[in-house]
């Protein structure tokens, strides 16, 4: 069975650090997404990685993949109080098609000033 | 905004009642996925929907059922519904089996059982 997990569970950072989420996965796949969800709302894509070694960054987010150590990292820079939110990782099971999900229980964030 | 529509938002329902949640997906998408998310956890996978047959199944029981429409629009059904069945419905759309990219979810349906 496929576990996801992440850790820390939840975080609180002050403004201006960084910090790094990090997600394992127990088994091999070759899709790896991450989420974000604010409170009461749906989940909004931040990256697709498909690929050992894959690198991507937007803003002050930057997520990178591991295929062979299954593990992905979601790194934090400068930490604004605006990416206070909830992150999943999630990986996907498909054979051959695209959409079985499993994913993390997420890492709550939250930034102080 | 994603292109992908659920409906409605917001329900509430008692026990042993029946509900049926929708998802138009988005122009061109003809494969669609449901997800229930329960509050303070990870979604988790309820089945996917492929040219209006199930393509794959996740751990949930016979009373979750679904319908996939020539339109690619959806329906999730849930029978005999239990407390333990208030949660965020999610529906994701994408445009084949095939595709790679960014899986785009809809807004979601939240369901309440009192």
């Known amino acids: 069975e496929l576990k996801v997990e992440q850790n820390p569970l939840f975080l609180s950072m002050q403004e201006g650090k960084n910090y790094t989420i990090y997600c394992n996965y127990s088994t091999t796949s070759d899709r790896l997404y991450w989420y974000r969800q604010d409170p009461g709302k749906s989940l909004e894509s931040l990256f697709v990685l498909l690929s050992n070694g894959a690198v991507k960054q937007e803003g002050r987010l930057m997520a990178s993949l591991d295929t062979k150590a299954r593990l992905s990292t979601l790194h934090i820079t400068a930490a604004v109080h605006d990416l206070s939110a909830t992150y999943f990782c999630a990986v996907d099971m498909s054979r051959g098609s695209q959409g079985n999900l499993i994913f993390g229980k997420g890492t709550k964030l939250s930034v102080k000033p | 905004e994603t292109g992908v529509t659920q409906s409605p938002t917001h329900l509430i329902k008692t026990r042993g009642q029946q509900v049926t949640l929708r998802c138009s997906s988005q122009?061109?998408?003809?494969?669609v996925s449901w997800y229930q998310q329960a509050l303070g956890q990870g979604p988790q996978f309820i089945f996917q929907y492929y040219r209006e047959e199930e393509n794959g199944r996740g751990n949930f029981p016979p009373r979750f059922s679904g319908l996939q429409f020539p339109n690619y629009s959806s329906e999730l059904n849930v029978n005999a519904l239990e407390l333990d069945d208030s949660a965020l419905y999610l529906c994701?759309?994408?445009?084949?089996?095939?595709?790679?990219?960014?899986?785009?979810f809809g807004e979601g349906s939240r369901l309440t059982v009192l």
């Open positions: 994701a759309s994408s445009p084949g089996l095939a595709y790679t990219g960014e899986l785009f």
């Open positions: 122009s061109g998408h003809n494969t």
